[in-house]
């Protein structure tokens, strides 16, 4: 018998929920994130899941783009990071992959290049958030050199990326609109600058491409509710089993550092989970798991390969029962908030040893 832990993996969900993407902004293309391993879901399976529907597939860097062409995708592939090393740019033009430049030198470096095809190129400018991105005069330079270059194909797309978009109530996402207005309303020039939240959100933000990532596997960026996360699903559900029981006698203490102690004569069941699975050490006795549909809460530390959780007040909980840690009835915000992080952490950081299960229903 195999380790029960196991991430359930639902590409219907997934199409789904680029449908509830597309269906925000219909007059724009869409270009679904695929990077960091698909958000831990798998890169290849949820490339080849989202092909068909999308406008164009986006991934970090090269290494991520060379794989995800390899499985036969059909959608243009758009490198977010650029290139690291020139190298990489005639593998781009040979690929047909398209490179977002955040530099004025990254730009001066190509044109001084003899490429061997033409290269697309998107344009990454600076409007507030102050991690990548040029700045106007830098940007006003680089565009006025690559239009009168017969090495860049004449289609290039301005981008730019929001800092605080997940906030509803900050004024930053429209300082940031009105910025990239300000910089990009003399060209005649596409434009992309919603990410996930701003296009759940903020609809002056959606332009020709928008780029739908963190929604697209069925998770909200927001911290309170909102009308456009009602239909996404979540595309991972984190499972395992509960693996043994005992009665513990009132004060004992459970797990690594003696930091739960118990307050009554309890019943404690383990689950064969744990941080080495991909579940937060750092989350808190409380946290919720779903044991047969009951809410039960975590005590102790979590270990590297189980953790424990209180079902002194659940009467029908048995060995091999199965457990949900987060996905579908529980989702990863909620056990993400109680270890102090976020669903971007856990699902990017799902490692390789929980094997992946694709459902397509």
């Known amino acids: 018998m195999s ?20 269906s925000l902004s219909p007059k724009s293309k869409t270009v679904a994130v695929v990077k960091a391993n698909g958000y831990g879901h798998g ?28 499985t036969g995708v059909k959608s243009p592939i758009i490198i977010l990071e650029g290139y690291f090393d020139e190298s990489e740019i005639e593998v781009a033009v040979t690929n047909d992959f398209c490179l977002v430049l955040s530099r004025l030198d990254s730009v001066e470096s190509i044109l001084k290049m003899k490429l061997k095809g033409k290269l697309t190129l998107w344009l990454k400018v600076e409007t507030g958030m102050h991690r990548s991105g040029m700045s ?12 009168k270059s017969e090495l860049i194909n004449r289609d290039i797309v301005v981008v730019t990326h929001f800092a605080c978009a997940d906030e509803l109530d900050n004024p930053m996402t429209t300082k940031q609109i009105a910025e990239f207005t300000l910089l990009t309303s003399h060209l005649n020039v596409q434009q992309s600058l919603a990410n996930s939240a701003a296009l759940l ?86 946290t919720p798991v779903l044991v047969n549909g009951e809410r039960v809460p975590l005590v102790g530390r979590v270990s590297m390969g189980v953790i424990i959780v209180d079902i002194t007040d659940f009467k029908n909980i048995i060995v091999g029962d199965e457990v949900i840690l987060w996905g579908d009835g529980l989702s990863i915000s909620e056990v993400a908030s109680y270890a102090d992080t976020v669903g971007y952490e856990l699902l990017a950081g799902m490692p390789a040893r929980v094997p992946r299960i694709y459902q397509d229903s």
């Not at 380790?3 to 597309?22: D, E, G, M, T, Y």
């Open 3 to 22: 380790r029960p832990a196991r991430a359930i993996i639902n590409l219907s969900n997934l199409r789904h929920n680029l449908q509830v993407a597309k």
């Open 43 to 70: 890169l290849k399976e949820v490339a080849l899941a989202l092909d068909s529907d999308a406008d164009a597939l986006a991934v970090a860097c090269i290494e991520e783009a060379l794989e995800i062409k390899a």
């Open 136 to 147: 106007a005069d830098d940007f006003n330079k680089a565009y006025s050199k690559l239009i």
């Open 201 to 286: 959100a903020w609809p002056a933000s959606h332009a020709h491409w928008n780029r739908p990532g963190y929604m697209l596997y069925g998770v909200s960026p927001f911290k309170q509710k909102h009308i456009n996360t009602k239909n996404l699903l979540p595309v991972m559900t984190l499972k395992s089993a509960i693996t043994s029981i005992k009665s513990i006698k009132r004060g004992n203490s459970v797990g690594y550092g003696s930091i739960w102690t118990a307050g009554r004569d309890s019943t404690i069941a383990t689950i064969a989970i744990g941080y080495g699975d991909g579940y937060p050490r750092n989350a808190r006795s409380g």
